[in-house]
């Protein structure tokens, strides 16, 4: 896919989205990376048997600010070559694709116990601190897509807002209803969010989001 070209009248002339913003994902990121890793030794134990034996990260292409692709990190849920399974499977591949790109826990095969575990309890999300500090993903922001998921945005104009504002580990629709809202009404919020941006704003989707994680609502 082409590099899009952001022709979009965002507010990214604001302090808060030039310099602090970008100032609280390095500070949050390096600390949660420090914090949480005791957690990447612990994990790879984990990963030397069983339905897990692998490599310990996950890692999937997504689209990102302005269309540039980067790979997002995950402690990887699902059986090796799971990725595989899913596009050699027809019935497998539609059911996802039918369902948003995404399958429930319950009902996709390639997701292993300990995954479940870390599913649930949004543990296999910490890789993407290093996303944030690398500066491919914010702490906050639209959730990034893999590019299929980029014909659900409709026109031109609601495509380039969307990938106008680098992409979160959470956002407006992760903290409100997470995978209880479904295109096309994803779009709507995750735009909603682009057009209220605001440091406010951004604590209270980080103050929902735990709660949500804690409540286990709308987890896949």
């Not at 808060?16 to 990447?40: C, E, T």
């Not at 790109?101 to 910490?126: A, C, H, M, V, Y």
Request: aromatic share 16%; charged share 25%; with cysteine.
């Amino acid at each position: 896919m082409k590099k899009v070209k952001n022709n979009y009248k965002t507010r990214t002339n604001s302090l808060y989205l030039l310099f602090i913003k970008r100032l609280f994902d390095l500070l949050i990121s390096i600390f949660a990376l420090i914090v949480f890793s005791p957690l990447f030794i612990i994990f790879k134990f984990f990963y030397l048997f069983g339905k897990n034996k692998g490599p310990m990260l996950y890692k999937q292409l997504r689209v990102g600010k302005n269309g540039k692709k980067f790979w997002i990190y995950k402690f990887r849920s699902m059986i090796n070559g799971a990725e595989i399974k899913l596009r050699s499977d027809p019935n497998l591949y539609k059911k996802y694709k039918k369902n948003d790109f995404k399958l429930p826990i319950d009902s996709d095969p390639r997701i292993t116990n300990f995954g479940r575990f870390i599913r649930l309890t949004s543990l296999d999300e910490i890789p993407q601190f290093i996303n944030v500090f690398k500066g491919e993903m914010s702490l906050v922001g639209p959730r990034p897509v893999i590019e299929e998921e980029l014909d659900n945005y409709g026109t031109k104009e609601r495509l380039q807002k969307f990938l106008s504002m680098t992409p979160g580990i959470t956002g407006y629709w992760q903290a409100f209803g997470r995978n209880k809202i479904s295109y096309p009404q994803r779009c709507d919020v995750e735009l909603y969010y682009i057009d209220h941006i605001s440091f406010k704003l951004d604590l209270e989707i980080i103050v929902k989001s735990i709660t949500s994680i804690t409540k286990r609502d709308g987890v896949y």
